[in-house]
């Protein structure tokens, strides 16, 4: 919660103080962001390939002290090229902390345990994102260029922190793969079957874009939702995904669990589409508004399904002598939608007058293949083939 709690409150007021106390244009901002998403889809899977060489727990750790200290550093930013040197860094570690840390997660908690705890942990990070975004809105309201780096090296402290402490618990001695005393080779994941399913997972999980981009913009300016219920909506999923999160793990603890989940979340995504389409069609407000918490409440069940089948799928689909590589290349697919989504979203699908509900048919047709791809017996097969491999 501690890390949770720190991002809560540089991610309320970073855009403000960047622009605001910085005196960054916006275009900057976004550039330098972009900046560091590019340089974390490049650089996360070498990353997982390092934390598989020289233990999954001690680049964990690493990670979060470099965040801690370039977080601490963007206090002193005062240009473009300063900032965008740091948000590269930045982006590369938020890309690689989520693979490895599922990595550490796996390596000491077994079975339906590992799903679980996952599950746990992500109910409580949104605990602790609320409580920081809380705290920001104070600072914001302040406006002072005090009380914005407060959040900025707030944030920092709590990586600092949450580093102290992984080490005190002896995480830098944890590895992802077996210790064998065989030297891994620095190869990237060639798993057709696994790139598959990782690609099919990065369609469905979509819905991190459309809770930060769809949400927002398409039913405050394309329905009668009045722009006031935003952030309700935004409230109601992060209070749904906390309550609901372990109860839609558990079924997905096994890869036949998880395949099913996959399909649940497409389902579900589908739905969110088709609400999202019929509230733009209603010419009554309480009718748009009912479709719209509909909508989002099927958003919510297709991120729950979505992020429990992957966990699973990632996990137990992976060669385990390169487990924290395969994890990176998993994670592959959620940069690639969080880099194309947005774009595709407000140029594409929100100008045409059908876009939700071609929208529907892809997230049915990523949830159907993920199950397909999934078939039992060409699973066993493949868990077979990376457990007792013809040779490495």
Not at 27 to 46: H, I, N
Not at 122 to 151: E, H, K
Not at 155 to 174: E, H
Not at 328 to 344: D, E, F, H, M, R
Request: aromatic share 8%.
């Amino acid at each position: 919660m501690l890390d949770a709690f720190g991002t809560g409150m540089y991610y309320t007021g970073s855009a403000l103080y960047f622009t605001q106390v910085v005196g960054l244009s916006a275009g900057e901002v976004g550039a330098g962001l972009s900046l560091g998403g590019l340089v974390g889809l490049v650089g996360s899977v070498p990353v997982g390939m390092l934390a598989d060489r020289i233990r999954a727990g001690k680049v964990y750790v690493g990670l979060q002290l470099v965040r801690a200290v370039c977080y601490a550093a963007y206090c002193l930013v005062s240009t473009f090229p300063m900032f965008a040197l740091l948000a590269a860094v930045i982006g590369l570690t938020d890309a690689a902390i989520p693979p490895v840390h599922q990595a550490v997660v796996g390596a000491v908690v077994s079975g339906p345990d590992r799903v679980d705890t996952l599950a746990k942990v992500r109910a409580v990070r949104n605990i602790g994102f609320g409580l920081g975004a809380l705290v920001a809105t104070a600072s914001i309201a302040q406006g002072s260029r005090a009380a914005f780096l407060i959040l900025i090296a707030g944030n920092a402290i709590s990586y600092l922190l949450t580093a102290a402490l992984l080490s005190k618990i002896g995480i830098g001695a944890v590895s992802a793969v077996p210790v064998d005393g065989i030297r891994r080779s620095l190869r990237l994941v060639a798993d057709l079957r696994y790139l598959k399913v990782a690609g099919l997972s990065g369609v469905l999980a979509v819905h991190t874009t459309l809770l930060a981009v769809a949400v927002p913009l398409w039913f405050a300016r394309h329905t009668l939702v009045p722009p006031v219920l935003i952030g309700l909506l935004v409230a109601m999923n992060t209070v749904l995904a906390v309550l609901l999160q372990a109860r839609f793990a558990r079924p997905c603890s096994d890869v036949r669990g998880a395949g099913r989940g996959a399909f649940w979340a497409g389902l579900a995504l589908a739905g969110f589409a088709l609400a999202s389409q019929a509230a733009q069609l209603t010419q009554l407000r309480a009718m748009a508004i009912g479709l719209a918490l509909i909508a989002v409440t099927l958003l919510t069940f297709g991120e729950l399904w979505q992020s429990a089948s992957g966990w699973t799928l990632a996990y137990e689909l992976a060669d385990p002598h390169r487990r924290t590589a395969y994890l990176s290349t998993y994670q592959l697919g959620n940069s690639l939608q969080a880099v194309i989504a947005p774009w595709v979203l407000t140029n594409l699908l929100f100008p045409t007058r059908v876009g939700w509900l071609l929208f529907a048919v892809v997230m049915v047709a990523a949830g159907g293949l993920s199950r397909i791809v999934l078939a039992p017996s060409g699973g066993r097969d493949h868990l077979e083939r990376l457990r007792h491999p013809a040779g490495r």
